[in-house]
Each structure stands twice: as structure tokens, then as C-alpha cells.
């Protein structure tokens, strides 16, 4: 079977990469609708060797045209207004957007981690995509709880700048080139201090109440619900002049009594699905950014036992943001969806 497929945010990062990904999966496509604002309109974009021209987003687009599924990566206002009238047309919105996320009725879904949720997508009509940084986060968590139970997860975060979109590539290279085109030395590098090129952000997204980010809570919150757990989890969400993976340093409390091995988690690592351990520091292996950089792997090194506490392991994580914290893992879900509706 082939399945008609729509792309509400055709002209973004995200959108642009799911064409990409489609491509390379050789997904079942019977035809393609991409949609975004109207000054996009009449722009062609190819997948699987086939031009289509992007549409306008209406209310009323998705009408007649028998979509199965609606990828949504166009903002959460945008969904939140327009993924009921796809539904409501008969596909299903495989939504990467904030904004259904922690709705008890939508199923949140890492394919390596909660594939089953995606059964409960009936209720809605909408699965949900988690934010980047959760998703390569917790397919690193999860055979490490499977194999010893986590108590607790402290994560710091060095995030692309590709998760704010094209603006935010763009303006990082745009802000490279002035400082070189300048020749600025390191003294007046200090014009840039409000900017990201050759500096750290400590905050993504607005603050909350409790003194963390959105972003941070984003981290909290879906972390659990993805994977059915109810553990403590901390973040400091950090922007980094990089432009397209997002790198963590995750340290994992385990539960009282648990005396980790690197071994068995190292082995544990690599024999889950989508993830790679690169892990030998006196030979330079270890994940980075220009190794995960448009690929679908999620790579994991630095791998270490703390040096007080048996329980804690700290290890390093590195994952292409616009695949596997985006597209990749919204491309995984459908493909796991359509087995489902084959199966029936
Ligand atoms: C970011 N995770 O990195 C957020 C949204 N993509 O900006």
C-alpha cells in the first residue's frame, strides 16, 4: 500500500529534512501535499525523484485530498489551530511541535523507547514528536533502566542552533562571517556578548516560575512520560555556537545499591537500536558534533563510573538535532504506524 502523505512546514529545517529522510527510507508515498505559509506557495520541492509544489495552509486544504498522515513541524500555534482539520480529514498528525506533548491523550513516542504508545494515537488523532533534547536523551536512559533502575538524571545540554530554526543557522554563520570579516580580536569579540558566535547561552526558551527554562522543563517533563517512570530529573539547557547536533553530558544516579559496571552498560548501549557507542578517550573516539551531523545515529562515549558513588555513571551524548531530534524520529513513528494499520 501507499500512503498520501502531507507536510505542514515544507519550507523549514524540519520540513526540509523530512523530504530528505522520506527519500532515503524509500517510504510508501502515493503522493506528497506540502504545506506552508502563503509567500511559500508555488515553491517546488523533490522527494523520491517526484517535484511538488508547496500549497497554501488552510483550514480547509486538507479536504478531499484522502491524507493518511500529517507531519506538523510549522510552530505549536500552527498546530494547535490546524491539526484538528487534518484529523478531522482522516489522517493521522505526527505532530514535532511543543504543543500536544503533555496531553494525557496523546501518546508521546520515541520509537526505540515507547513504541507501543503509538497504538493509543485513536484517542486524538495525534502522536507526538518530543523535544530533540529529550529524544536522544532518553534512548540513551532507557537499557540503562532496563538493565539497573534509575533513581535520578542530571543532564547539561550544548544545543544547536539549528533548534531555532533557519533563523538561528543563519544567524550564527552570518555572525561568523562579520567576526572574521572584521578581524576581530578576542578583546572586541565583547560587541558580540548578546550573540552566539564564538559564545555560550544559558537559557533556551522562556524562564519559569521555578528558575529553570521552559526548554529545562521540556526535559523534566517528557523524559517520565515517555518512558512510563517517575524518577527525578534536573537540566541546564545551553545554546552553543554549533550548528545542527545537540551534544549532552548526562549523569545517572541508579537506585540505592546498584554497583555499575561501564561494561555492562557500555554493552547495553550498543545493542540498542539507533545508538552508538564511541568510547575511547586515549584515541580521540569519542561523539561530536562533525561525527553525528547529518546522520540517524545517536552516539554515546565518555562513559565512566563516577569516582565517589557506585551507583552514578556519567557518559556524553551526541545526535543530529534536525533528524533524530526531528524528522528521523517523526519518519520512525509513521513507519512504525503503518505497520500497525497493516497489521489490522
Ligand atoms: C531548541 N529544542 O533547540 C528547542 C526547539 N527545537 O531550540
Redesign the pocket.
Known sequence: KKYNIAVVGASGAVGEELFRVLEEVKFPINDLLPLASANSAGIEVECQGNTYKIEELTESVFEGRDIDIAFFSAGGSISAHYAKYAVEAGAVVIDNTSHFRMDPDVPLVVPEVNPEDIELWEDTGIIANP???TIQMVQLLKPLHDLYGIKRVDVSTY?AVS??GKAGMEELVRQMQDFFAFKLDESEVKAFAHKIALNVIPQ??TPQPNGYTK?EMKMVNETNKIMHTDFAVSATCVRVPVLRS?SESITVTFKEGVDVSVAEAREALDNFENVKVVDDLETHQYPMPIISTDTDYTYVGRIRKDIFAENILHMWGVAD?VRV?AATNAVRIAQKWIKLQENI
Open positions: 523535544n530533540c533534547s544545543q533548534g531555532a533556551i526558551d526548554e545537540h538535532q531530534g
